[in-house]
């Protein structure tokens, strides 16, 4: 075996280790498990009833169990419907997926430091436990969005 591949198999082995250690651990480098007691069914109900309350001007995509996708009905960029929000229900936790916080980043000046601190990226929002304060909260923001987007004719 010369030197050239065996440096190539020790670099396949270290990548496929990083790969399955990455994958074993959140970004905050704690392994990820449900939180002890986690109804993830109602909270993923209490979020999906915020986001299909501002649905009206707007297409379900898709409702199922676990997944609640909403787009607009006017067309993207890419021709095809633009997409606003959605609800997932993961292994982990329940996110809150919001794209009028990237869309229109003057909405994330908005958030409270509580909510701010349930955000993953710019525009999801992840829950282990039910916060009714922080679901009115993204109540208000969904609300914010829908008149953000139609005030830019995105809807």
Request: with cysteine; proline share 4%; charged share 25%.
């Amino acid at each position: 075996m010369t030197l050239r591949s065996a440096a190539k198999k020790t670099a396949k082995k270290r990548t496929a280790g990083a790969k399955a250690n990455a994958a074993a651990k959140s970004s905050a480098g704690k392994k990820l498990k449900p939180a002890a007691g986690a109804d993830f069914a109602a909270i993923f109900s209490a979020l999906k009833s915020v986001m299909a309350a501002r649905a009206g001007e707007l297409h379900v995509a898709a409702d199922e169990p676990r997944k609640y996708y909403v787009v607009t009905k006017s067309l993207s960029w890419k021709g095809g419907p633009m997409y606003f929000g959605a609800v997932i229900w993961g292994k982990a936790y329940v996110s809150y997926h919001l794209m009028p916080l990237y869309v229109c980043p003057e909405l994330a000046k908005t958030i409270s430091p509580e909510l701010k601190r349930r955000m993953q990226g710019k525009s999801c929002f992840n829950f282990r436990s039910r916060d009714e304060a922080l679901f009115a909260e993204l109540d208000d923001l969904t609300k914010s969005g829908v008149e953000a987007f139609r005030g830019r004719s995105l809807l």
